[in-house]
């Protein structure tokens, strides 16, 4: 079956580690996204990517970092700069040239202690 | 900036109607709607783009009045399965490709028996 899958679901991490979120989709996408959401906030974005090797910067983007070497992938990478990584992060694809419909992934939550 | 929705929260009786209201600032190209449950990713509604179109499936409808830069999603006979939080995404008419969406705060939907 067609989807993103994002892992891991769940993690805990220490203050002033790196951590990694993975993001695959197999729907032939080209666009790519990452939202932060947060209680009574919404959904934030902080990196998109309209093709490989290229991404952008979204509103939130300070602390995170992406690549994007494979069509398929969109990793995004929590460095220890961010000053608030405790959140629910959502991965989401589309396919089209301008936003069309968004299929997310199921989510990975973090938790720093 | 984010789209302001209304209002925060509502709830309802099976069979009883709702309507959720995005409004934005900027000029827009178009305006989703998603529903999320708890601990669940976002799962797409419908898109409305420019022309003041309305669209609906089921009994779940929106509009757009491009020139107040206003959408309305109107939930009608609401079943208990209507539940969740649903979120406005926008996408400015100043973004070129896909930009990715500007999510409002949520509008909370609880339907009790």
């Known amino acids: 079956d067609g989807g993103i899958t994002q892992s891991p679901k769940y993690l805990f991490r220490k203050e002033g580690q790196n951590v990694t979120l993975s993001c695959e989709q197999n729907?032939?996408?080209?666009?790519m996204y990452w939202y932060r959401q947060d209680p009574g906030q919404g959904l934030r974005l902080i990196y998109y990517s309209q093709i490989v090797n290229d991404f952008q910067k979204g509103d939130i983007a300070e602390g995170y970092s992406v690549s994007r070497e494979k069509k398929e992938s969109f990793p995004l990478t929590v460095t220890s700069a961010q000053k608030n990584p405790t959140a629910f992060y959502l991965c989401a694809s589309s396919p089209r040239q301008y936003t069309g419909e968004l299929f997310f992934g199921e989510g990975s939550r973090l938790t720093v202690l | 900036q984010q789209p302001v929705q209304s209002p925060q929260a509502v709830i309802l009786r099976e069979g009883e109607d709702a309507v959720i209201n995005c409004s934005s600032s900027?000029?827009?190209?178009?305006v989703h709607w998603y529903r999320q449950k708890h601990g669940e990713a976002p799962v797409f509604l419908m898109i409305l783009l420019k022309g003041g179109e309305q669209k609906g499936h089921d009994k779940i409808s929106a509009s757009f009045n491009e020139k107040k830069q206003q959408s309305s999603l109107y939930l009608t006979a609401s079943q208990l399965s209507y539940s969740g939080t649903y979120f406005c995404g926008t996408e400015s008419q100043s973004g070129g490709g896909a930009d990715g969406l500007t999510f409002g705060k949520g509008t909370h939907l609880i339907i009790q028996p």
């Open positions: 729907l032939n996408h080209d666009a």
């Open positions: 900027k000029a827009l190209y178009s």
